[in-house]
């Protein structure tokens, strides 16, 4: 079946370092990718999509490319900010699964001073 | 501001009790989900409705039961609380299915104890 598989955390940066957080799938079909950002007390937001291999997803200064020969959706960003402090979860959705969202298990990001 | 309104946000049962789990939704979407967020275990699918007049079994339904009751309204019902139901619980919305992305509400943190 379909499954999202995301890198543990937490992961530990200080205030401008570059961020990655690795995201890799397993489909049948060909899905549509998400990053959700969850921040504390809060529920699930919308980061960012992609809809078919090669494209890149883009908000906030986070980036996503659709890697279909890797099955993969890394997040990156650039220069992190303490506000960027959240849990991060990948999601993927296709006709397998009825168009259902299928969420990893999350990544927490703790941005330090 | 329009989006998913989850009532209560907290709760404390007593093992056996039973209590309803409301969510409303204002953007005239058509699907809706129930979810539940566990430490280290990401969010699992209970149930969801696809559309108005239609309910459907996710990941982890036992205990719970689901009322479509128009197409805002998406009530979940635990109606014999067990601890093992501890949890933080999201309804989300989506146009049709997950292709779009989901609206998620803020969440209603539930102890059972």
């Known amino acids: 079946g379909n499954s999202v598989t995301q890198m543990e955390g937490p992961v530990t940066l200080s205030e401008e370092a570059f961020l990655t957080i690795n995201c890799t799938y397993t489909a049948t079909g060909y899905p549509s990718l998400f990053w959700y950002v969850q921040y504390p007390g809060e529920g699930l937001q919308l980061l960012l999509k992609?809809?078919?291999?090669?494209d890149k997803g883009s908000n906030k200064g986070f980036e996503a490319t659709y890697r279909k020969e890797t099955t993969s959706f890394h997040l990156e960003k650039g220069s992190v900010q303490v506000s960027d402090s959240a849990v991060y979860f990948c999601a993927l959705s296709d006709e397998d699964s009825s168009y259902k969202l299928i969420f990893g298990s999350g990544t927490r990001l703790l941005v330090r001073p | 501001n329009a989006g998913v309104t989850q009532t209560p946000k907290f709760q404390v049962l007593k093992t056996g009790q039973s209590m309803t789990l409301q969510c409303a939704q204002d953007?005239?979407?058509?699907?809706m989900y129930w979810y539940r967020q566990d430490p280290g275990m990401g969010l699992r699918l209970i149930y969801y409705s696809a559309s108005e007049g239609t309910t459907d079994k996710g990941e982890v339904p036992n205990g719970y039961n689901v009322s479509r009751l128009n197409k805002r309204e998406f009530s979940l019902r635990l109606e014999s609380a067990a601890p093992s139901q501890t949890s933080v619980y999201f309804c989300a919305s989506s146009r049709t299915g997950g292709g779009y992305g989901y609206t998620f509400g803020s969440g209603t943190r539930l102890t059972v104890v």
């Open positions: 953007m005239n979407h058509n699907s």
């Open positions: 992609a809809t078919k291999a090669d």
